[in-house]
């Protein structure tokens, strides 16, 4: 069973942290989250109104948006047209949607790559690519899977501005990270996964120190909060 | 390609068709014409759901083949005009195109699997064709000439017939471009780059991949009821036959697979070339046509995949730059380095 009987909730505008060894089940969590995976079991409540069964697109529709943990870009369209695609959804006008767009990537610091094809991009601009198209739908929660993997420390701190920034913008986050740095910087709170079970939660600092949450991580890269 | 250069190309296209017949008056070189067009008309619409959406498919000679005997029937045993057959035509063909769509993308068949199946309903339509009696089977129908006008669809002459399938060329390319424009082409092109993405984004997978099959569906079969009333003879071979399918989708892929010119492009390249060589051995190596298709195909695959509409971007990375990363391409298909690892160890 890859998920067992998870439940947590979120408040409106707190970071939420996922974090558990691999295997753990977090991606599955946000899979059936964003309705890309349908649970046996169980129920997921958005903004009081029940979401589970319904397909990823409707759900999109209602300000529920994602990133992928391996990005997922549009390779033949450019930057500008991959954020279109999102912008579309929300409008049938084209120089709106391109107007939203071009804002969006301002944002995300890649409006002068807008006419770049996405597959000729590098890591960093592709997590900020899946960003800038997770923002194109207007969301009020996204869903970060492992943002920060494969990007240097230099970037790391690149990429915590501009999740600061969506913060900032109202948009409510739960981040599945692996690198402890940042889950301890920016989370309000924290949820631990382990064999898809939920087996802590609670602020940063106690998570870290959690004897359970300890325990599970034995054996696999020691987490940097107890070091 | 912007509104402006796809503006200059398309006058001076218009221009060239409208004064094309006033200087070729050659009765042979005149059909070659209509038939490159009419090619370069199927590719523009199987690229809707083939090359736009990435759903390859092998059965639009269905469609073709529903377009041409539909009308036919309707003009031979009622006496309806061509028009009306035509967009009765269109719209079976189009239910057709949404209901095999729905099947295939209801259940998730995608990439190799959908182009089998497609392939197995435009069989079934052949069979029903050769053996069913009132399409009379391989026999064909040959329609009769009821005089020359716009109503009965039929002209003494060929220059009508020229211009009108340069009308829907112009009207094909104009279509594709708008779509490619329009929210309908972006969702189109999210679904086929990457159907998880093009979800997240609020793109419903499914309702763009049909919407696709249903107007290249419904355009195919125009083709075919066209091509129904020109050439005045139609059997299960020469219309359902899996070349139709096969025609459509290498002119579009050799053309340039979801760009709004490449398709026709790839089919003013090829079509003569068939052309030639039928002329050339006449009734000898019959289909070696198919031997330059296929030798063209895999040079375009390789070297330059974008297609025709690809090479002024392949030119800019240099002919060098083209021929390592073919290899590259070729050594991947070949799965060389596997080899020559295996051999080394």
């Known amino acids: 069973m890859a998920v067992n009987d998870v439940s947590f909730q979120i408040m409106e505008g707190e970071i939420l942290g996922m974090i558990g060894p691999n295997g753990a089940g977090k991606t599955t969590v946000f899979n059936l989250i964003s309705g890309f995976l349908k649970p046996d079991a169980g129920l997921v409540r958005f903004r009081d109104e029940v979401i589970t069964g319904l397909r990823p697109d409707q759900i999109s529709h209602k300000g529920l948006g994602r990133t992928f943990q391996i990005p997922q870009v549009f390779a033949k369209f450019s930057l500008l047209q991959n954020v279109m695609v999102g912008c579309f959804a ?22 002068n790559k807008a006419e770049i094809l996405a597959k000729k991009i590098n890591l960093i601009d592709r997590k900020r690519l899946e960003l800038a198209k997770a923002m194109s739908i207007e969301p009020q929660l996204i869903l970060m899977d492992e943002l920060m993997a494969g990007l240097t420390p230099t970037e790391i701190k690149e990429a915590l501005v501009l999740v600061d920034q969506i ?36 602020s940063p600092e106690a998570v870290c120190k959690d004897k359970v949450v300890i325990d599970a991580y034995l054996g696999e890269e020691e987490p940097l909060c107890w070091r | 390609m912007t509104s402006r250069n796809f503006v200059i190309v398309l006058s001076i296209s218009l221009l060239s068709l409208l004064i094309y017949p006033l200087l070729v008056t050659d009765r042979y070189i005149l059909h070659v014409s209509i038939i490159v067009m009419l090619s370069a008309y199927l590719a523009c619409s199987w690229n809707i759901l083939g090359g736009y959406v990435g759903q390859y498919s092998l059965g639009h000679a269905a469609f073709f083949g529903v377009g041409a005997y539909t009308s036919t029937l309707l003009f031979m045993h009622w006496g309806l005009s061509p028009w009306i057959g035509l967009l009765t035509g269109a719209c079976i063909a189009t239910f057709l195109g949404l209901f095999v769509g729905f099947l295939c993308f209801r259940y998730g068949v995608k990439g190799p699997y959908f182009l089998l199946l497609s392939l197995a309903f435009s069989e079934i339509f052949y069979i029903v064709a050769v053996n069913v009696e009132f399409t009379r089977g391989e ?207």
């Open chain 1, 90 to 111: 929300r409008t049938y006008v084209r120089s709106l949607a391109k107007r939203n767009a071009e804002r969006i990537l301002k944002a995300m610091g890649l409006f």
């Open chain 1, 167 to 202: 913060r900032s913008s109202g948009v409510t986050i739960i981040l599945i990270e692996h690198v402890m740095d940042v889950v301890m910087s920016v989370s309000d709170r924290v949820i631990v996964l382990h064999h898809g079970s939920k087996i802590s939660e609670g």
């Open chain 2, 139 to 345: 026999i064909g129908i040959t329609i009769p000439f009821r005089g020359g006008s716009f109503a009965s669809f039929q002209y003494a002459q060929k220059w009508p017939y020229f211009y009108t399938i340069s009308a829907m060329l112009v009207v094909a390319v104009l279509l594709t471009f708008f779509i490619s424009r329009s929210k309908l082409g972006y969702f189109f092109v999210a679904v086929r780059e990457s159907e998880s993405a093009a979800q997240a984004m609020g793109v419903n997978v499914m309702t763009y991949k049909l919407i696709a099959a249903g107007v290249s569906a419904f355009m195919t079969s125009i083709g075919g009821t066209f091509y129904a009333q020109y050439i005045m003879y139609i059997n299960p071979s020469s219309i359902i036959g899996l070349h139709v399918s096969i025609d459509m989708l290498v002119y579009s892929i050799v053309g340039g697979l979801g760009t709004v010119f490449g398709p026709a492009l790839g089919a003013f390249l090829l079509v003569p070339i068939a052309v030639a060589m039928r002329g050339w051995l006449g009734g000898s190596f019959i289909g070696v046509h198919l031997i330059i298709y296929g030798a063209i195909l895999i040079v375009v695959i390789i070297f330059i995949p974008e297609g025709l509409m690809g090479i002024r971007q392949a030119l800019k990375l240099g002919s060098g730059s083209i021929f390592r990363r073919g290899a590259k391409r070729f050594g991947h298909a070949l799965n060389l380095k596997k080899k020559f690892s295996d051999r080394i160890s």
